[in-house]
């Protein structure tokens, strides 16, 4: 635990009241489920732009990062951040524009007008597991720890029962209103926790000093393979369902073209500046300012500490964990309206009015925060669960989704049912091999499995599974026949 | 001073300014956003 003065404590305290008092502030208001689920569709840039940054960038990117360039330096940025900047403008030039032509809610829909019912249903089993908060909920456990001396179940409990409770009251305007205030706390403290960092290592000069000259090449020693797959992570934002409920939610396909392009000169400005602050840490941990052992992952924080003066450190520290809240309350309402919206309503009630949706959704929500937190509490390796999660997602509805936006000839239900199966199946059947069978590598974060001379990362199942979902749809376009309207 | 210190410092001002720029014209829409969530609620 890190000691904060009380300056600081107040400012967080301050911080998570106001959260709260947003979602109270909504709870009522809400007259239909497109009211509550997308905020009436009618999200300007200026609020696109502030809930698609906070949403998408948790502490897994803020950590994530950090530790990549704290241990190999601006590679973090060229090789693992800025790949993801190309998926943006692939997402604001090709796809938005054909999510806003239909009238779609939710990913699953879309899945369900190309395909039918039954596609909709494992689009919606994979994007509800995909969106289960267990990731951010661990994250919350381990700030607890770090700000307030909490054991990480507690910290899971308060912080992230804080996002569940106006997340469940205020519904997606709360989440998008508080989006916009956790993106200016999370953008404005770090940008002015650089001047802090650079005084206390003395300046940049004495980065560019002290580092190996390897921290400041473009690619370090990344292979090519390495890159390949890093670069592919960012195939998620091409499916992924909170990106795809904010186009639903804007008000135009103008706004949201406008919020990306604008979003990715704020995204690749917080991702360099993440990596110089990580880079910063080890310079102090080089010169003795922070501990020569620092965790990769806690250096960025453990830096912080010990340059930001009190107050600005408690805006630090209200600053991160907004990064989480807006994570975590956005995937949990994702997960409610596939509960509610994609199983619910088409498969037991069809006749299921504005209100009672309403409800079910708040009763999703809650089922994915309890699911996300016994996962937060079981697992010992986030890291590999969430793979897991990701990989989900993009291997059961990338290929569906994309061939049913860009190939109207190929509307074949078995083509997607094939598709999104087989895809999901052959998922959870590798990953669960490998992280039974193959062993966890603390130096590369993953479950390794050893076949022969081969070893095989749990990173590189995508590279099979993805393939498997094109197979399966390949061959439900060949032996399907039409989708009757 | 090095390119990539310029490249630090253009992404500071980028970050702070941007996002503080963003967030007030986020607060522009607000009244507007919020007497469509009104009406709607009625």
Known sequence: MYSLAAIDYIIIVIYLLMMVGVGIWFSKR????????????????????????????????????????????????????????????????????????????????????????????????????????????????????????????????????????????????????????????????????????????????????????AYFESMGDLSIWLVIIYASTGLTILVEPTFYQRIFAAKSYKNVRNALIIGIFIWGSYDWVVTILAMAAKVGAIQGIIPADVAPDASLLTIMVVALPAGVLGLFMAGVLSTEMSTLDSYCLVAGGNVAYDFYKPALKPDAGDDELIQKTRWGVGLSWILGFVMAISFDQMLGLWVFMASILISSVLVPILGGLFFPKFHKPLAGLLSTGLGLASTIILNMYIMTQGTFVVEEETYVLHIGQWNIFQEYLMYITVPISFMGYMLGIIFGKEKRS | MSGWEIFTWISVIILGLGSIIVFILFLKDVPELLKKSEKESL
């Open chain 1, 30 to 213: 809400h007259s239909n489920f497109d009211d509550y689920f997308l905020a009436g569709r009618s999200l300007t840039t200026p609020i696109l732009i502030t809930t698609l940054i906070s949403t998408y960038y948790g502490i897994d990117v803020l950590f994530g990062d950090s530790q990549l360039a704290f241990t190999d330096g601006v590679v973090a940025w060229f090789g693992y951040a800025r790949p993801t900047y190309a998926f943006f403008l692939i997402a604001a030039f090709l796809l938005a524009n054909r999510l806003k032509k239909e009238d779609f809610r939710s990913l699953p829909d879309i899945l369900d007008k190309y395909y039918g019912k039954k596609t909709r249903y494992i689009g919606a089993l994979a994007s509800f597991i995909y969106s289960l908060p267990a990731l951010s909920l661990y994250g919350f456990g381990m700030l607890g720890d770090v700000i307030m001396g909490w054991p990480p179940f507690v910290g899971m409990l308060i912080l992230g029962g804080i996002a569940l409770v106006y997340t469940l009251t205020g519904g997606f305007w709360a989440v998008a209103l508080t989006d916009s205030i956790q993106f200016v706390m999370m953008c404005v403290v770090l940008a002015i926790a650089v001047p802090f960092a650079f005084n206390i290592i003395g300046g940049f000069d004495t980065m560019i000093d002290v580092l190996p000259a």
